[in-house]
């Protein structure tokens, strides 16, 4: 008898849900109709979809404070070789292949997130157009990340730079906005229905012709607050879970100085609290708190949401001195709120023989597949 009242009250609640679902001026749910599965009367019903944007329910201040302590996946699918060869690959900068495993690893170690810096020189053409080939690859690593339960951001790297053909020039701006646009375009539609786990930041660290890292004129930062417009402008256009992904854009060379952050413009948005800042710091020990201080100022006290893209100690100090650089960086990231995403360039090559046979910033040796730096690892992530 019970089990008949539950079976009636069940079915009256899924007449009420699609009854409601017709009469709401909402978007429509996807419904699934019920079936009867056994003799029992027992009803299996299969969950109803959520909308495109169900998932996109925070702000990006409480996303930035989820992503948490970050790693990046450096000198892999950033390679690039802008002397004319078009034969590059992830391993091009002396890394091995990209495995699931080496994501798990990460994600083991108590790393929040993974940035995949992602270059696109020697995979387009002229105009813009991707090899749906670098593409499948990209989504492939991003995969790793996501089916982990990380955060995931994916960007345009040495596209920007010293060598790089975006440049913040106000006498190349259209000609670079259209190819520029006409990347986003593709990247926001391939993967328009990844939800709130994956971040699109715009570009790395832009320079002007004259690769001034800081000091560079108004017109180059104006520039770069254009080309960021650019970049929010075109991924909303695509629709779908992209018209309210959560967006990165950098400041001028990515830079904290207190110059270039007041030359800084967030971009307007037709979606409010969806857009990041990010900056990018290789300070000494000792002014990583006068750094923090001017981020604080200058963005997250004016309630705008920041992280910090790269950092990282290098090899030239101590094991102890690095260790503590890491747990500073944490406690930082904690007092302020703001994700924090240690640059790890990776191996030189695939002969490594030991685990601290790494590149200078490197904290996991992906050929070993051992914590080079476990120490350094374990007092960032804490």
């Known amino acids: 008898m019970k089990k008949n009242i539950l ?85 091009a900068f002396g890394n091995p292949v990209t495995t699931k495993a080496m994501i798990d690893m990460v994600k083991e170690e108590g790393f929040q997130s993974v940035r ?21 690859r990209v989504k492939e690593v991003v995969d790793y990340v996501v089916e982990d339960d990380m955060y995931c951001i994916i960007n345009v790297h040495h596209d920007t730079g010293n060598d790089g053909w975006l440049t913040a020039d106000a006498s190349s701006y259209e000609q670079n906005s259209t190819r520029f646009k006409a990347m986003w375009k593709q990247i926001a539609e391939y993967f328009a229905d990844y939800d709130e786990k994956l971040l699109f930041e ?45 967006l990165i854009v950098n400041t001028y060379a990515a830079s904290a100085e207190e110059e270039v952050m007041n030359n800084f413009v967030m971009p307007s948005d037709v979606e409010d609290n969806r857009l990041i800042v990010e900056v990018h710091t290789y300070v000494p020990f000792d002014k990583i708190p006068e750094t923090f201080d001017m981020i604080n100022a200058r963005f997250c006290e004016n309630n705008i949401p920041v992280i910090i893209g790269e950092t990282a100690c290098g090899k030239d100090k101590s094991i ?39 590149c200078n910033y490197a904290l996991l040796n992906r050929v070993l597949m051992q914590w080079a730096y476990p120490d350094i690892a374990q007092a960032f992530t804490n």
Request: aromatic share 10%.
């Open 7 to 91: 079976i009636i009250a069940l079915s009256l609640v899924l007449v009420c849900v699609n009854t409601a679902c017709q009469t709401s001026n909402e978007p429509e749910y996807v419904t699934h109709s019920t079936t009867e599965a056994s003799t029992e009367m027992t009803i299996n019903v299969e969950p109803i979809a959520i909308k495109e944007d169900d998932n996109f329910i925070y702000t990006a201040k409480e996303i930035v404070e989820k992503m948490g302590m970050g790693w990046n996946l450096g000198n892999t699918l950033d390679a690039c070789d802008y002397s004319g060869s078009k034969e590059i690959d992830e391993t």
């Open 116 to 136: 995949i810096p992602v270059s696109y020189y020697n995979h387009m053409d002229e105009d813009g157009n991707i090899d749906e080939e670098w593409l499948n």
């Open 202 to 246: 715009g570009y790395n660290e832009i320079l002007n012709s004259e690769k001034k890292w800081s000091w560079a004129g108004e017109e180059s930062y104006n520039t770069a607050n254009s080309l960021n417009q650019d970049f929010v402008d075109t991924v909303r256009s695509t629709g779908g879970n992209n018209a309210k992904r959560y």
């Open 320 to 358: 102890e001195e690095r260790t503590e650089y890491a747990k500073l960086l944490n406690v930082k990231s904690k007092e302020y709120k703001i994700a924090i995403f240690w640059w790890d360039d990776g191996n030189y090559s695939d002969n490594s023989s030991s685990a601290e046979d790494v």
